[in-house]
């Protein structure tokens, strides 16, 4: 053994060293936080502080949650002299803060200040690095390292087989994170400010998922106390795809992010019925906010008589001038629509309490102020002048009052629209009462709205909004609702967009969530799908009618296999056994109709198979619909019949980019009917 080699082994001794030394002092933080949490009520001064004490020990005690499988820290940087604030330092970057008895740093967080340096620093701006160094692991095992010596001018780049082995590390189960891996101009989008809305055009496997749920992580480090009170929000396409997920921001030590579909969020009525094509069509287009708040306006009426209200021996009397006014001035405020009501009934109050204390020469009492407001002149005039409404209440009397949609929808929906509304044409015909109706997810979206019109709903802090591209106006509303005074950040790829209202413009997007001003990024270079799996896939581009830049990558490695088949389920069993052969995940996509085939005849094969939003499925093999396939990535994909896929609905060619685009090592294509044009030609591989 030379003496370089000697040294090598001795430094790496000392890492292992240093692992262990952290994971000791990890789980002495969590053995305090958790001996405080068994004690914490008998400190707390009262049942509230206790509750408040105990739910925050009980996030302390799952932040510090060890997995020894995961690495604690990921690189080193080390500070040359001349550095002004780092001179001389060393510091061990990881996912989460580990200190010692002492509270010195043996783990510095990924998202701290000094830890920005791991992921921007570079030969030509080393940024104080004298060298920074990333390890290798295997299976919680610190197995190697490498360095860069930036002061030198050495720098390694993707040429880094510790960062390329990572990357490309075969993935079984939930989606990663990907703290060690994180490019420069990812991590600025990533470090980007809680008052900045951003909007990732990202091509496919370009990391843009990761990007926002390690955007959602930093923001939580950096803002704290602030967004655990208002809250973050990851909105997701399908529970498929927030059970991938799910796994990433808990590994990053964040266990309080809510996560959610649009369907989630609109659980104003529940959902019983499918609309036609059609119908959908016209309650998810943006007029349908108009049409609404019409609607709700319409309600508001002008006084037609006096008040008078019976005080004992008193009767006081409000005349029509001043009614009038309290209905002009609320209008004004363009207030929610039950607020408004509320600030009618407290104006109408306020005078009849100004007549009072004229003539009683003191000011009533709390008690007196409630009499008046409940009392039944004040009630009936204000369900004549700004009656109560209900948010589905509304929708139905829409759908149900030829008269008040007319109204409502003047020079926004055509007449053939408007019988579309009433079920008239080939829509569904509502119910005799709100409850009684049968209502969509496209009604759902709808009745938020209404509620949103009535009532303002409580808001968060930050909203990741990922796949968005297949946001309609309206159900881009209903987030903008819930983000009104807090930063987006949105995810998606106009070529992905599948569905028929499907995004062709992020910036008309970003208006209908409020934030027109947001910038919008592009990423271009992947780094998960292999560069043979996208050139395939970017035949289909010219064909989808978006301009999007075509996906780059930088993976060299993986395979591409399309192949003509005459019996599709046979062929199907034989590739997925020779894709068990290597390490990592496996999925069978389809159209949805050859689902429930594929998985028999893989049953009959003897291979155990998986759903999509399945989390604690433990098979290796999913059969996954094509419709949910979005956002998913496995290491060996099988695509069968790809025209079926096309075929299956109007967007069938954007749905098959997506389809051919969530392999990140093989990607094998089994028809029997020919190819989609755009794709057709010399392909078929043996």
Same mark, same amino acid.
């Given at each position: 053994?030379?003496?370089?080699?000697?040294?090598?082994?001795?430094?790496?001794?000392?890492?292992?060293?240093?692992?262990?030394?952290?994971?000791?002092?990890?789980?002495?933080?969590?053995?305090?936080?958790?001996?405080?949490?068994?004690?914490?009520?008998?400190?707390?001064?009262?049942?509230?502080?206790?509750?408040?004490?105990?739910?925050?020990?009980?996030?302390?005690?799952?932040?510090?949650? +060890?997995?020894?499988?995961?690495?604690?820290?990921?690189?080193?940087?080390?500070?040359?002299?001349?550095?002004?604030?780092?001179?001389?330092?060393?510091?061990?970057?990881?996912?989460?803060?580990?200190?010692?008895? &002492?509270?010195?740093?043996?783990?510095?967080?990924?998202?701290?200040?000094?830890?920005?340096?791991?992921? &921007?620093?570079?030969?030509?701006?080393?940024?104080?690095? $004298?060298?920074?160094?990333?390890?290798?692991?295997?299976?919680?095992?610190?197995?190697?390292?490498?360095?860069?010596?930036?002061?030198?001018?050495?720098?390694?780049?993707?040429?880094?087989?510790?960062?390329?082995?990572?990357?490309?590390?075969?993935?079984?189960?939930?989606?990663?994170?990907?703290?060690?891996?994180?490019?420069? !101009?990812? +991590?600025?989008?990533?470090?980007?400010?809680?008052?900045?809305?951003?909007?990732?055009?990202?091509?496919?496997?370009?990391?843009?998922? $990761?990007?926002?749920?390690?955007?959602?992580?930093?923001?939580?480090?950096?803002?704290?106390?602030?967004?655990?009170?208002?809250?973050?929000?990851?909105?997701?396409?399908?529970?498929?795809?927030?059970?991938?997920?799910?796994?990433?921001?808990?590994?990053?030590?964040?266990?309080?992010?809510?996560?959610?579909?649009?369907?989630?969020?609109?659980?104003?009525?529940?959902?019983?019925?499918? +609309?036609?094509?059609?119908?959908?069509?016209?309650?998810?287009?943006?007029?349908?906010?108009?049409?609404?708040?019409?609607?709700?306006?319409?309600?508001?009426?002008?006084?037609? !008589?006096?008040?008078?209200?019976?005080?004992?021996?008193?009767?006081?009397?409000?005349?029509?001038?001043?009614?009038?006014?309290?209905?002009?001035?609320? &209008?004004?405020?363009?207030?929610?629509?039950?607020?408004?009501?509320?600030?009618?009934?407290?104006?109408?109050?306020?005078?009849?309490?100004?007549?009072?204390?004229?003539?009683?020469?003191?000011?009533?009492?709390?008690?007196?102020?409630?009499?008046?407001?409940?009392?039944?002149?004040?009630?009936?005039?204000?369900?004549?002048?700004?009656?109560?409404?209900?948010?589905?209440?509304?929708?139905?009397?829409?759908?149900?009052?030829?008269?008040?949609?007319?109204?409502?929808?003047?020079?926004?929906?055509?007449?053939?629209?408007?019988?579309?509304?009433?079920?008239?044409?080939?829509?569904?015909?509502?119910?005799?009462?709100?409850?009684?109706?049968?209502?969509?997810?496209?009604?759902?979206?709808?009745?938020?709205?209404?509620?949103?019109?009535?009532?303002? %709903?409580?808001?968060?802090?930050?909203?990741?909004?990922?796949?968005?591209?297949?946001?309609? %106006?309206?159900?881009?509303?209903?987030?903008?609702?819930?983000?009104?005074?807090?930063?987006?950040?949105?995810?998606?790829?106009?070529?992905?967009?599948?569905?028929?209202?499907?995004?062709?413009?992020?910036?008309?997007?970003?208006?209908?969530?409020?934030?027109?001003?947001?910038?919008?990024?592009?990423?271009?270079?992947?780094? &998960?799908?292999?560069?043979?799996?996208?050139?395939?896939?970017?035949?289909?581009?010219?064909?989808?009618?978006?301009?999007?830049?075509?996906?780059?990558?930088?993976?060299?490695?993986?395979?591409?296999?399309?192949?003509?088949?005459?019996?599709?389920?046979?062929?199907?069993?034989?590739?997925?056994?020779?894709?068990?052969?290597?390490?990592?995940?496996?999925?069978?996509?389809?159209?949805?109709?050859?689902?429930?085939?594929?998985?028999?005849?893989?049953?009959?094969?003897?291979?155990?198979?998986?759903?999509?939003?399945?989390?604690?499925?433990?098979?290796?093999?999913?059969?996954?619909?094509?419709?949910?396939?979005?956002?998913?990535?496995?290491?060996?994909?099988?695509?069968?019949?790809?025209? $079926?896929?096309?075929?299956?609905?109007?967007?069938?060619?954007?749905?098959?980019?997506?389809?051919?685009?969530?392999?990140?090592?093989?990607?094998?294509?089994?028809?029997?009917?020919?190819?989609?044009?755009?794709?057709?030609?010399?392909?078929?591989?043996?």
């Amino acid at each position: 053994m030379t003496a370089a080699d000697l040294a090598l082994d001795q430094d790496l001794a000392a890492e292992r060293e240093h692992l262990d030394t952290s994971r000791a002092a990890l789980r002495r933080m969590r053995e305090r936080a958790e001996a405080l949490f068994a004690t914490g009520d008998t400190v707390a001064g009262d049942a509230y502080t206790a509750e408040q004490l105990g739910r925050h020990l009980a996030r302390r005690v799952a932040e510090l949650a +060890d997995d020894p499988t995961t690495p604690l820290f990921f690189g080193r940087l080390d500070f040359g002299d001349a550095d002004r604030d780092h001179a001389g330092r060393r510091y061990h970057v990881g996912r989460r803060h580990v200190t010692d008895d &002492r509270g010195e740093p043996l783990v510095l967080d990924w998202r701290a200040p000094v830890s920005r340096s791991f992921y &921007r620093a570079s030969a030509r701006d080393p940024q104080g690095v $004298a060298v920074r160094r990333r390890f290798g692991f295997n299976n919680g095992v610190l197995t190697s390292f490498e360095d860069e010596h930036l002061d030198r001018g050495e720098e390694l780049g993707t040429a880094s087989r510790i960062l390329t082995a990572e990357i490309e590390r075969p993935r079984v189960g939930p989606m990663r994170d990907i703290v060690a891996t994180i490019q420069p !101009e990812q +991590d600025e989008l990533v470090r980007a400010d809680l008052a900045d809305s951003i909007c990732v055009q990202g091509a496919p496997g370009t990391g843009k998922t $990761a990007v926002g749920l390690h955007r959602a992580a930093y923001l939580l480090y950096l803002h704290r106390e602030r967004l655990r009170r208002s809250g973050v929000l990851i909105v997701g396409p399908n529970r498929a795809f927030l059970s991938y997920i799910a796994a990433v921001l808990p590994a990053l030590g964040e266990v309080e992010v809510e996560q959610a579909t649009v369907e989630d969020l609109v659980e104003g009525v529940p959902v019983r019925a499918v +609309d036609d094509p059609a119908v959908a069509a016209v309650k998810h287009d943006g007029r349908m906010a108009d049409v609404l708040r019409r609607a709700v306006d319409a309600h508001i009426g002008e006084p037609t !008589e006096p008040i008078v209200v019976s005080d004992g021996s008193f009767r006081w009397r409000i005349g029509l001038e001043p009614l009038h006014r309290v209905i002009a001035e609320t &209008r004004r405020e363009g207030l929610p629509y039950a607020v408004g009501r509320e600030r009618v009934r407290a104006r109408v109050v306020g005078l009849l309490q100004r007549q009072a204390e004229a003539r009683r020469a003191e000011s009533p009492s709390d008690a007196w102020l409630r009499r008046m407001a409940r009392s039944k002149p004040v009630t009936t005039f204000l369900d004549e002048v700004w009656p109560a409404l209900t948010s589905d209440g509304l929708l139905h009397e829409l759908y149900t009052d030829r008269q008040r949609l007319t109204a409502a929808a003047d020079g926004l929906l055509t007449a053939e629209e408007q019988a579309l509304l009433t079920g008239s044409g080939s829509g569904t015909k509502p119910g005799r009462t709100p409850k009684a109706t049968r209502w969509t997810a496209a009604d759902a979206v709808l009745v938020d709205e209404a509620a949103g019109l009535i009532e303002r %709903p409580a808001g968060y802090g930050h909203v990741v909004v990922d796949e968005a591209q297949d946001l309609s %106006p309206m159900q881009c509303r209903a987030i903008a609702r819930r983000s009104e005074h807090g930063s987006i950040t949105l995810l998606g790829d106009l070529a992905q967009g599948t569905a028929p209202w499907a995004a062709r413009d992020w910036r008309e997007t970003l208006r209908h969530l409020g934030k027109p001003d947001a910038a919008v990024v592009p990423l271009t270079v992947g780094f &998960r799908v292999p560069a043979a799996v996208v050139a395939f896939a970017n035949r289909l581009l010219p064909s989808l009618a978006v301009d999007v830049p075509p996906a780059e990558s930088l993976r060299r490695d993986g395979a591409l296999d399309v192949r003509t088949v005459e019996d599709l389920p046979a062929a199907t069993v034989a590739e997925v056994r020779a894709a068990l052969a290597h390490d990592g995940s496996v999925a069978v996509i389809a159209a949805d109709t050859a689902v429930d085939g594929l998985r028999a005849a893989l049953a009959g094969a003897g291979i155990e198979t998986a759903t999509a939003d399945d989390p604690t499925a433990t098979a290796r093999v999913t059969v996954v619909p094509a419709t949910v396939v979005k956002g998913l990535e496995y290491d060996h994909v099988v695509v069968v019949e790809p025209a $079926a896929i096309v075929a299956a609905e109007p967007r069938g060619l954007h749905r098959l980019y997506v389809v051919l685009t969530r392999a990140v090592s093989r990607l094998a294509v089994l028809h029997a009917a020919p190819l989609p044009a755009p794709l057709a030609g010399d392909q078929d591989t043996p």
